[in-house]
C-alpha cells in the first residue's frame, strides 16, 4: 500500500539532492535526534519501488540492528536482523537484512555475490575507519551496489583509515548534505536544547611512578597528569562522583514533576565501572540504576525496557553512546575518561532528541571541568546559543565558558597502559565550584505550540514480499514485525519438535528432517514465514496422533 510520512524540510532536501545525484554514493551528516533514520528508510523505500532489489543495512552494534529493523517495519520494509553469512541467501519473504560492520568484515564475499541492485544503507560511516580491514571489507562488500547511502551524526576525518565510498578534501570527509546542530534547533520542534553544568574539584592521587600530585580542574598539567586527574576525580573511591550523581539526581527529580517518564544516563568509563555508580545511586540517592554493558548478553533488552519504562537511571559504557534512541533521556552525567571530541558528541547527541508535547524541553549533561570537556560544551552551547538568539550576534560569549588552552582531546589509553593504571590509585577526590546553567525561565525555547515544519510526503507501495502469507499481514498489521513473527514461529516449531522426540523415541534430527520434508524446506533457519506456518501445521497434525 501506498502511504504518506511526514519529513521535515532537511530530509525533504536530503532526499531530492540524494534522488538528483548521478553518483552512487551519498553521504549525509545530520545531528542526531533529526531523523537519519527516518530519511534513509524513505529514500530506500522510493528507491526499491522504482528498482526492486535487496535493501541492506549496516551498523555498528547488534544492538542497533533491531532498532532499525523495527523503524523499518513502520515503513513496510522487512528486515532480518538474525541473518549471518554461515545462513547462506537473504531470505526470501524480506526486503534485506541489518548486519553489523564487523560481520561484514567477517565474511565480505557472502555480501558482494548477493548485492547487485541492493540499495545499501551504512549507518555512522564513520565506524568503517576504525580498522583498515573494516574498510577494505566494505569495497569488496558492496561495490557492486546500485546505491549507497552513507549517514553520520558527526562531521568526521580520516585521521589513519580513508573510509570507502567517501568523498575527501584536505583529509575532511566532505558531506553531499549536511544538517547541523545549530540549524536543527533554529527550526524549532526538532532538537532540544542541551546545557552542561560543570565542576571543578581538587584531587590527589599516587602517579604510577610514585610520584604525589594534588590539582584542580583550572590547573595547567600535561596530557598524562591531566588524564590522572580526570581519572582520580571519576573513580568510586573519591567523593566528587557520588556529589555530582546527586546534583544529577536531584535535576532529574525536578524535571520528572512536569516529565514523569524523563530518564537519566550516566556513562561509565569500564563494566566495573558502570556497576559501580550504579551500586551509588541505589546505596545513597534510593533510586534504581539499570546497568547495560557489553559483556551482558541481556544488554540490548535492558536497554529497550529502559527505553519503554520510567526507571530513572540507566548506566552504561559505550552502549549508548551512539546511535541507540531513547527519547525520554533529559538529564545526562559524563563519567568516562575518554574525552575525544567525535566521543562527547556522541554522548550529546543521546540527550537531544525532541518529544512532542511536552512544551519546553531542555536537557542537562553534567561534566568533569575539565579544560578538554569545557573546550567541547563550548562548541556546542555556542550553536545553541546562536540559534536561540540569546546573545545579538557578535555579542559577549556566555562567561561560564572560558577560553580554554592546553591539553589536546586524547584519550588515556593513548598515554598508560594496562601496568601503569595498576599502579595509579587515587588519595581523594573532592567536588567543589560548580557552574549551573540559567535555564529556568527559556521563553525563547521551542514550544509545542510553534508550526510544525514537518510536510507529508507520498511513499510508493512496498515492494511485495516472496512468502508472505495471510497471518503475516495480520501479525505485522497489529505492530509485530515479520522478523519478531517469524522468531515466534520458529521458537514454536523447536519446542514441538522436542515434544515431538520425547513422543516418538525418534532424534531431534530425525523429527526435524520429517517436518522439513513435509514442509518442503531444506532447514528451518532459511524457511519463509509461510513455510514456517506450514511446518508448525504438520507438527501439530503430528501431535494430535498421540
Not at 514480499?465 to 503475516?472: D, F, R
Request: aromatic fraction near 8%.
Amino acid at each position: 500500500m501506498a502511504r504518506s510520512i511526514r519529513l521535515r524540510p532537511w530530509q525533504l532536501a536530503a532526499l531530492d539532492q540524494l534522488e538528483c545525484s548521478e553518483r552512487s554514493d551519498f553521504l549525509a551528516v545530520a545531528t542526531p535526534g533529526a531523523g537519519k533514520t527516518t530519511f534513509a528508510l524513505a529514500a530506500a523505500r522510493r528507491s526499491l519501488a522504482r528498482s526492486p532489489g535487496q535493501l541492506v543495512v549496516v551498523v555498528p552494534t547488534a544492538h542497533l540492528k533491531f532498532q532499525w529493523a523495527r523503524a523499518a517495519a513502520a515503513l513496510d520494509l522487512h528486515l532480518d536482523a538474525g541473518w549471518a553469512p554461515s545462513h547462506g541467501a537473504f531470505p526470501s519473504d524480506m526486503h534485506g537484512i541489518v548486519t553489523t560492520y564487523q560481520q561484514v568484515a567477517s565474511a565480505p564475499h557472502a555480501f558482494s555475490r548477493r548485492v547487485d541492485g541492493a540499495f545499501i544503507i551504512l549507518d555512522e560511516i564513520h565506524h568503517a575507519g576504525d580498522d583498515r580491514a573494516w574498510g577494505d571489507a566494505l569495497v569488496t562488500a558492496f561495490q557492486g551496489a546500485k546505491q549507497r547511502l552513507a549517514l553520520s551524526g558527526t562531521p568526521f576525518r580520516s585521521d589513519t583509515c580513508s573510509i570507502p565510498f567517501v568523498h575527501y578534501e584536505f583529509d575532511e570527509a566532505k558531506p553531499d548534505f549536511e544538517y547541523g546542530y545549530g540549524p536543527a534547533l533554529a527550526e524549532r520542534r526538532v532538537v532540544r536544547s542541551i546545557y552542561f553544568p560543570r565542576t571543578n574539584g581538587h584531587m590527589e592521587w599516587s602517579a604510577p611512578d610514585g610520584a604525589v600530585y594534588a590539582a584542580d580542574f583550572d590547573d595547567a598539567l600535561d596530557a598524562s597528569r591531566a588524564n590522572q586527574r580526570l581519572r582520580a576525580a571519576l573513580s568510586l573511591d573519591g567523593e566528587w562522583l557520588p556529589d555530582v550523581l546527586a546534583r544529577a539526581h536531584a535535576r532529574l527529580t525536578a524535571v520528572r514533576e512536569h516529565h514523569p517518564e524523563a530518564g537519566g544516563l550516566v556513562i561509565a568509563t569500564d563494566q566495573e565501572h558502570a556497576q559501580g555508580i550504579a551500586a551509588l545511586i541505589r546505596s545513597r540517592l534510593r533510586a534504581k540504576a539499570v546497568v547495560a554493558t557489553s559483556d551482558d548478553p541481556l544488554a540490548s533488552q535492558k536497554i529497550l525496557d529502559f527505553t519503554a519504562s520510567d526507571d530513572p537511571w540507566l548506566v552504561a559504557v559505550r552502549m549508548v553512546s551512539e546511535g541507540v534512541d531513547i527519547p525520554r533521556l533529559r538529564v545526562g552525567v559524563f563519567a568516562t575518561t575518554t574525552t575525544t571530541e567525535l566521543f562527547f558528541r556522541q554522548v550529546v547527541g543521546r540527550f537531544v532528541r525532541w518529544q512532542p508535547g511536552l512544551g519546553r524541553q531542555s536537557a542537562h549533561l553534567f561534566i568533569p571541568d575539565d579544560v578538554r570537556l569545557r573546550s567541547a560544551a563550548s562548541d556546542i552551547a555556542a550553536d545553541r546559543r546562536h540559534s536561540l538568539r540569546r546573545k545579538e550576534q557578535g555579542g559577549e560569549d556566555d562567561p561560564s565558558f572560558a577560553d580554554n588552552e592546553g591539553v589536546g582531546f586524547d584519550d588515556p589509553a593513548d598515554f598508560e597502559d594496562a601496568e601503569q593504571l595498576s599502579l595509579f590509585a587515587v588519595i581523594s577526590a573532592v567536588a567543589t565550584d560548580a557552574v549551573m546553567p540559567d535555564d529556568d525561565d527559556h521563553l525563547d525555547e521551542p514550544m509545542d505550540v510553534d508550526p510544525d515544519p514537518a510536510l507529508l510526503l507520498e511513499l510508493p507501495a512496498a515492494p511485495l514480499l516472496v512468502g508472505a502469507s495471510l497471518a503475516t499481514a495480520a501479525s505485522t498489521a497489529e505492530g509485530e514485525t515479520l522478523m519478531e513473527q517469524k522468531n515466534r514461529l520458529r521458537a514454536t516449531n523447536t519446542s514441538l519438535a522436542r515434544d515431538l522426540a520425547r513422543w516418538t523415541g525418534m532424534t531431534h534430527a530425525q523429527v526435524n528432517a520429517e517436518l522439513n520434508r513435509l514442509a518442503g524446506l531444506q532447514r528451518i533457519g532459511d524457511a519463509t514465514a509461510m513455510q514456517l506456518e506450514r511446518r508448525l501445521t504438520h507438527a501439530k497434525k503430528w501431535m494430535a496422533k498421540r
